[in-house]
């Protein structure tokens, strides 16, 4: 795969709490050039990424109840929507950690339907946090955002004690319809473990190495 068609699955990502104006702008700038699919920002930074980015090449996500996921469904539904009115083209919001953990799949699909109904038709990705997660979990996490009518489920925050692997993106593409997608994230700092994530079933990636990455370099970033 050639570095223009590889950007295309790339969400160039900055969620550092300390990101600020002038590090918008230069992913902005960057993701221009490379031709990523998007950039993946904190909340705060959608409307100035999207005055940034005038053109539609490069779509903006943001992230909702992100890293932990246990905010109020009414809070998640809200921050969504009003994400929305700020420019987001996407959502990726944090599955509620705790309820899947006690087995509580109904309330976990109705945290994922209230976001997805308070933003349609926007695509919404749901974090599954899948280095937490059995296999038996990440199944039914899967089963919830789809019955939930979300977009993609992804893998990782990329603030937890572990990120992508292929066995997950795997399992997650095989417990989903094909109406479905998968995102891999965290982690990916190469283009051999992009690439890796493609072949296992990811249709898109998260990393804030994404210009390394086409340029077949490697860098220590976290996300």
Not at 21 to 33: D, K, N, P, T, W
Not at 74 to 80: G, P, Q, R, V, W
Not at 186 to 197: E, H, Q
Request: include cysteine; charged fraction near 20%.
């Amino acid at each position: 795969m050639d570095a223009k068609n590889l950007a295309k699955y790339i969400d160039n990502t900055s969620l550092s709490p300390q990101l600020t104006r002038q590090g918008v702008l230069e992913i902005c700038r960057e993701s221009e050039a490379s031709g990523f699919y998007a950039v993946c920002l904190p909340p705060c930074w959608v409307g100035l990424a999207k005055e940034n980015l005038p053109h539609g090449r490069v779509k903006v996500v943001t992230v909702i109840s992100f890293p932990h996921g246990n905010d109020l469904t009414t809070s998640k539904a809200l921050a969504a929507q009003e994400a929305k009115h700020a420019g987001a083209d996407e959502i990726d919001m944090v599955m509620n950690l705790g309820w899947a953990e006690e087995g509580n799949w109904v309330a976990v699909e109705n945290d994922i339907a209230q976001v997805v109904n308070a933003v349609k038709p926007t695509p919404v990705k749901v974090i599954l946090e899948t280095c937490l997660l059995s296999q038996d979990q990440i199944k039914k996490a899967c089963h919830a955002a789809a019955q939930a009518g979300a977009k993609f489920v992804k893998t990782s925050t990329g603030f937890s004690k572990g990120g992508a692997s292929m066995d997950a993106v795997r399992l997650m593409k095989a417990s989903i319809p094909p109406t479905m997608e998968v995102k891999a994230s965290g982690g990916i700092r190469d283009l051999p473990t992009a690439l890796a994530m493609i072949e296992a079933g990811a249709t898109r990636l998260g990393t804030s190495s994404g210009t390394a990455i086409i340029s077949g370099k490697s860098t220590s970033s976290a996300y």
